[in-house]
């Protein structure tokens, strides 16, 4: 069984591009800014915060 971060549903975010940069809010409570992909489900979580990242609906699926 893979360890997979608890994710609070507070913490989904929805974007509209397939590649995201997280923070973790930045600030004193931050993290080093990291740039995510999203999987072919249309998600990614950040290794450091644990953030949930979503495809919005209606958003351009992946150009190949």
């Known amino acids: 069984m893979k360890d997979t ?3 609070d549903a507070q913490e989904a975010i929805e974007v509209t591009s397939h ?3 997280c923070d973790g809010g930045g600030g004193a409570l931050g993290h080093p800014k ?3 992909t999203l999987g072919e ?3 990614a979580v ?3 915060c ?3 990242f979503v495809l919005a609906k209606g958003a351009a699926p992946h150009a190949h």
Do not use: E, S
């Open 5 to 7: 971060p608890v994710i």
């Open 46 to 48: 950040c290794g450091y």
């Open 41 to 43: 489900d249309g998600k």
């Open 19 to 21: 590649t995201v940069g």
């Open 50 to 52: 644990g953030r949930l």
């Open 34 to 36: 990291v740039y995510l």
